[in-house]
């Protein structure tokens, strides 16, 4: 799963190494534009519908910290 | 009582000395006394049942809509643990939810709009009934009340939260109403969350002298901007975008002056609120990250009343992004259309949408529509030819960190934002239109070096002056981008140090624009 979601992350910038990355939000790695595609590029992927209550900063701010949010949305 | 006014010193001294004297599980109610107080003074009485009313509404959709999560939990935990169901009573509970949500939000988003839309409704229905004697709708109805969109955004934002369970129901309505009504904030910002000034008015508020002494210097730089620079400009600019055609030199003073002088006037009420809150350990939240460094106008916005953009951002265009109805047409787009077509219109519609609402918070004419207009279509270009310009830049051998080619982006950023401003400042697209029309065909540029500039409300002295304190807010600028500037000044020699917190409260005393002679005036922001 992890390595799914660098891929989808590698999209929007090809020049960052997400897996040891830290802010992805927070030191702008991706920009707001590019999470308004990113979000429905993973809910297409992992089957699976982010709600707003997840549109907080540390829910994206790692790969660990996407995966964790994954499979807590996957588990219900 | 204006806070560049004597009588907000005093407001201030006297809080201080309840607040300080009081145990501390108390100071927080002596806050919401002093802010109340401060509420009553600075705008009408009459103000204050409403903005009461407001938070009583928002609260108690809180309180609802808490109670039905609770409810939701008890079920779920009690329940056999089975997926589909656990889904199916969350959908349930959140349909509930948003019903409660919508209520609330319609009561007292609908007042701001129809405070903001009654003048438009008045003149309409007034035509209508050949209302002759008089205006149809009452003239008190017409007063906005201080601070609406301020505290009607605060208290939307933290019931969203709620909603979208980011945030806890605050169970003490005393409390809630404190953050909504915080002095500091209520009149013009920072646009705060709960979870930040909420919790920060729930720490234990005790004394530090550091943390006092530093809130005292950042108040004494607010002064400095808003008395030495930005009230001085403002006659400046006031006087020329009077109406009358000038020549177009004249108007470019008075463009690259308004530009100033919304900076210092806004940035400048924000450091004394920010040090007066800080007096109180209270930390407001940042409204400005030095924007005029911005290399790019999406930067600038977020470095330029950063509470509002943000505001905007996670409860305007990402909901709009992230709504079913996006979604299923980004995937249509994306299945019918190349990507370049697919990828605008999930970037246009959103930004579109967020910049029109921007505007229309900022006014209610026409030109304030164009204005979130052209800011939406300058964001959407920006980042949809970001890969072009890249390009460009790489073959033309343009480097991201040479300092000519960021200077150049950063005055283009400048110039935007000034023609931002020649949209809504001259008054009236009309006005917009001649003033461009004699920059570009009258110009007579041998008027920026003669003594025009001084038939309109500033002499040769004042102009210095002015021109020495933009450099000293340049100066302070260039030092705070390496850290705090108090920090740096608690290391120098004591000596240095009052020589330098003097310098600047004596330059206020001395070249400020205040006293019984002048009205010092309103903040920009204000009338938002």
């Known amino acids: 799963m992890r390595q799914r979601v660098i891929d989808i992350l590698n999209q929007f910038r090809g020049d960052v190494d997400f897996d040891k990355a830290e802010g992805i939000i927070t030191k702008k790695l991706i920009n707001s534009i590019d999470i308004s595609e990113f979000i429905p590029a993973l809910e297409d992927e992992f089957d699976i519908e982010i709600g707003m209550e997840y549109m907080e900063n540390e829910n994206f701010d790692t790969v660990d910290a996407i995966v964790s949010m994954i499979e807590e949305i ?3 | 009582m204006s806070i560049v006014s004597l009588p907000f010193l005093i407001f201030l001294l006297v809080t201080m000395t309840v607040f300080y004297i009081c145990p501390v599980k108390f100071r927080w109610g002596v806050l919401l006394a002093a802010s109340i107080c401060f509420y009553v003074i600075v ?25 039905r999560y609770r409810a939701q939990d008890w079920i779920i935990k009690n329940g056999d643990g089975d997926k589909s169901f656990k889904n199916g009573i969350k959908k349930k509970y959140k349909k509930k939810c948003r019903r409660i949500l919508v209520l609330t939000l319609t009561a007292v988003i609908g007042l701001l709009v129809f405070l903001k839309f009654a003048r438009y409704l008045d003149e309409f229905l007034s035509g209508l009934f050949d209302m002759t004697n008089g205006s149809f709708i009452r003239a008190e109805m017409l007063i906005i009340p201080l601070g609406i969109s301020y505290y009607t955004f605060s208290m939307a934002g933290y019931l969203l939260d709620v909603y979208w369970r980011r945030e806890e129901h605050e169970r003490n309505f005393l409390r809630f109403l404190l953050f909504a009504i915080y002095f500091p904030h209520i009149i013009q910002g920072p646009i705060s969350r709960y979870n930040e000034l909420g919790v920060e008015l729930k720490k234990e508020l005790r004394y530090e002298r550091t943390r006092v002494a530093h809130g005292m210097q950042l108040m004494i730089y607010g002064f400095f901007k808003k008395l030495v620079i930005a009230d001085r400009l403002n006659m400046v600019v006031s006087s020329i975008y ?34 007066a809150s800080q007096i109180f350990g209270v930390t407001l939240e940042k409204n400005f990250d030095h924007p005029f460094f911005s290399k790019t106008v999406t930067e600038f916005w977020r470095r330029w009343h950063i509470t509002l953009g943000g505001w905007f951002r996670d ?51 026409m030109p304030y529509l164009i204005w979130g207009l052209y800011y939406g279509t300058l964001i959407c270009l920006s980042e949809l030819l970001a890969p072009f310009f890249r390009k460009t830049n790489e073959k033309l051998g343009f480097r991201d960190d040479s300092f000519f080619f960021n200077l150049f982006r950063m005055a283009r950023t400048g110039l935007i934002f000034a023609g931002g401003r020649l949209l809504t400042r001259p008054g009236g697209l009309k006005n917009t239109k001649m003033v461009l029309g004699q920059i ?26 002015v021109l020495l ?10 030092l705070q981008r390496k850290g705090s500037v108090c920090e740096m000044l608690d290391r120098q020699h004591l000596i240095v140090r009052w020589a330098i917190i003097y310098a600047a409260f004596f330059a206020v005393l001395i070249f400020g624009v205040y006293g019984p002679k002048f009205d010092p005036a309103s903040f920009i922001y204000m009338q938002y």
Do not use: C
């Not at chain 2, 308004?258 to 400048?268: A, L």
């Open chain 2, 315 to 365: 409860y305007v265009y990402m909901p709009v992004t992230l709504s079913s109805k996006m979604k299923k047409l980004n995937k249509f787009s994306k299945k019918h259309f190349p990507q370049a077509v697919s990828r605008f219109i999930t970037v246009f519609i959103p930004v579109m949408i967020t910049w029109i609402f921007m505007g229309l918070w900022h006014g209610t004419g």
């Open chain 2, 440 to 465: 570009f065909t009258d110009l007579r540029p041998w008027k920026f070096f003669d003594d025009s500039i001084f038939y309109y409300n500033i002499s040769s002295r004042q102009l210095n002056v």
């Open chain 2, 242 to 275: 009077d109406g009358r055609v000038h020549s177009g030199s004249i108007f470019v003073f008075a463009v690259f002056f308004d530009v100033v002088q919304i900076y210092t006037d806004f940035s400048g009420y924000m450091d004394i609120v920010t040090g």
């Open chain 2, 43 to 67: 705008g009408k009485w009459i103000f204050l049942p409403v903005m009461i009313a407001e938070a009583l509404i928002v609260w108690g959709g809180s309180f609802l809509i808490d109670r």
């Open chain 2, 469 to 478: 304190a933009i450099l000293a807010v340049w100066g302070v600028s260039m």
């Open chain 1, 74 to 76: 996957q588990e219900g």
